[in-house]
């Protein structure tokens, strides 16, 4: 029995596996959201070992929101045996770890939403661009418009990702004769919301379409509720899908599934505690955080 095992064991063949995503810096939500869904798929993957014949080793290195350290990470995974990497989260990190990704011929799976238009041999995007999501959408939040108020205010920060997706929502309002009723992108690390929102109500928008990077959404989202004094709804595009790109690391893509995928996650994450705004997406439903955690 002990050599059958042991022949066992020298057939697997053995995939070495490297994360290289933001675990600090702005975009360390994201970050850890895509690591956790990439150790769950790690996990899935090698429980049918046995069958496959394929074990995965995942490594993982925090790229700390910084295109230049996640150049160099990116080419140290590669040259330590990583045949596949995941990540990062960000449309800058992104090009700068595929000109390294390129030189040595490795794939990069990509699973958050994007701008689009981006094409690599080494480079697999499964997430949605704007043409998925913003074309359905549009006409939703204008029936949801509560009375007195009246078009979208777009607030993005200033990087490529918002403004493609502002670009998309413009094209599609024009198309339903809706309206912009304002507009802005910021720079990264906006400390004080009070001058936006004051522009979002004096804009009467019915609702502001929120693709704010990092920390910014959440800061931005925690002031807002305090202080939306219109009742202006809020539409976040950044966080999707149990927040943000767990499920297209994980694969799940039917109804059926996301019942049993929110269960799994609650029992295997602990960031659930610490972050206020949302704990899971069951289908259309959204579950508040305490009945999440309580399912335990």
């Known amino acids: 029995r002990e050599q059958m095992e042991a022949a066992k064991a020298q057939a697997v063949v053995v995939v070495k596996v490297a994360a290289v995503v ?40 925090d790229e700390e929101t910084d295109d230049k350290v996640a150049t160099r990470l990116t080419e140290q995974a590669i040259k330590e045996g990583a045949t596949v990497l995941v990540g990062p989260t960000s449309s800058r990190d992104r090009d700068a770890m595929m000109v390294v990704c390129e030189k040595y011929k490795t794939p990069l799976l990509y699973g958050t939403d994007y701008e689009g238009g981006v094409y690599s041999r080494y480079l697999f995007c499964y997430s949605p661009i704007p043409a998925h999501y913003v074309d359905p959408l549009v006409p939703y939040l204008l029936e949801q418009s509560p009375a007195g108020l009246n078009g979208l205010f777009l607030l993005g920060s200033d990087y490529v990702w918002p403004r493609g997706l502002h670009s998309s929502f413009r ?7 809706g309206e912009v009723v304002g507009e802005a992108v910021l720079a990264l690390g906006v400390g004080d919301w009070s001058d936006i929102v004051a522009q979002i109500a004096s804009s009467k928008a019915a609702v ?49 599934l ?3 995928y929110i269960t799994r996650l609650v029992r295997r994450s602990h960031y659930l ?19 999440a955690v309580n399912s335990r």
Request: proline share 3%.
């Open 22 to 61: 933001p675990l600090s810096g702005g975009e360390r939500l994201f970050g850890t959201q895509g690591l956790l869904g990439t150790r769950m798929a790690v996990a899935e993957l090698n429980a049918a070992a046995a069958e496959t014949g394929v074990r995965y080793e995942l490594a993982v290195f």
């Open 171 to 177: 094209k599609r309002l024009a198309s339903l004769n």
């Open 258 to 260: 996301h019942e049993w």
């Open 208 to 256: 502001v379409v929120v693709s704010l990077l990092g920390s910014d959404g959440q800061s931005f989202l925690e002031y807002f509720c305090k202080h939306n004094a219109n009742g202006t709804l809020v539409c976040v595009m950044a966080f999707n899908e149990v927040l943000g790109f767990l499920f297209k690391f994980t694969n799940v893509r039917t109804p059926e």
């Open 273 to 291: 505690h610490t972050f206020p705004l949302l704990a899971g997406h069951t289908g259309n439903q959204v579950v508040p955080k305490q009945s």
